[in-house]
């Protein structure tokens, strides 16, 4: 299997993951949960937003869930919050869509995970490439992405 970046960086950082590959034409959340066998709700997504601050923030959902922009802009202290614009995903953070992790972004943003993911024994979340998940215990993602 390929090694992306992502999983050099956990290598780095001493995390254990498992990895993962799918058909990457599957660009589905849920259908992707399934073909890994796993619980939606531990598999997760990772959506970027600018803040009404002209900050960046991240956010990591389970692939079964939408993004609530007024909770999101409460949790990160700003008055409104939007999903950014898909052609700025690449220069911002060096990931494209379908392909975008919370870890090893070109620059460090404050991250938010759903705390639901503390009810998963592992999570899944993008390995930085369509097509690849990495399998890694809640708590080091959130320690390695060091949340706000």
Do not use: W
Request: glycine share 8%.
């Amino acid at each position: 299997m390929e090694k992306t970046n992502v999983m050099r960086i956990l290598t780095q950082q001493g995390v254990p993951f498992t990895p993962h590959d799918y058909d990457s034409s599957i660009t589905d959340g849920e259908t992707i949960a399934r073909m890994l066998g796993e619980d939606p709700m531990c598999v997760f997504k990772t959506l970027v937003t600018v803040g009404s601050n002209n900050e960046h923030y991240v956010f990591v959902i389970p692939v079964c869930s939408t993004l609530d922009l007024k909770k999101a802009a409460t949790a990160a202290g700003v008055k409104s919050i939007q999903m950014i614009k898909q052609k700025d995903l690449l220069p911002l953070t060096g990931y494209i869509h379908g392909g975008c992790s919370p870890v090893g972004m070109k620059k460090p943003f404050p991250t938010f995970v759903e705390e639901c993911a503390t009810l998963c024994e592992t999570m899944f979340c993008s390995a930085g490439k369509v097509g690849f998940q990495i399998q890694l215990a809640p708590d080091d993602l959130v320690r390695l992405v060091d949340l706000v």
